[in-house]
């Protein structure tokens, strides 16, 4: 049986995924900077949300010209695509 593929993480596991704390996730989630879903009363964080919004960022970064890096190295060098 083929494993069901994840569509949404929970706080903890999103914070993981993008190399951050969880207290800086719920604080970008605050300022509506990042992303989420409610389902009732739990919160989480769409895969492919989340993958667009790292993307978008890492694309602001490397056109800032600030020496920032390239979108690669801001994805955590993998080459991330927005459909």
């Known amino acids: ?7 949404a993480l929970r ?18 989630a605050a300022k509506g900077e990042i992303p989420f879903a409610r389902l009732g009363s739990l919160r989480v964080f769409p895969v492919a ?8 960022r890492a694309a602001e970064a490397a056109g800032a010209g600030d020496g920032g890096g390239n979108a690669t190295e801001a994805a955590g060098g993998k080459i991330l695509e927005s459909a």
């Open 1 to 7: 049986m083929a494993a069901i593929p994840r569509l």
């Open 49 to 56: 949300v989340l993958e667009k919004w790292l993307a978008e």
């Open 11 to 28: 706080p903890a596991e999103a914070a993981r995924a993008l190399g951050i704390g969880e207290r800086s996730l719920w604080a970008l």
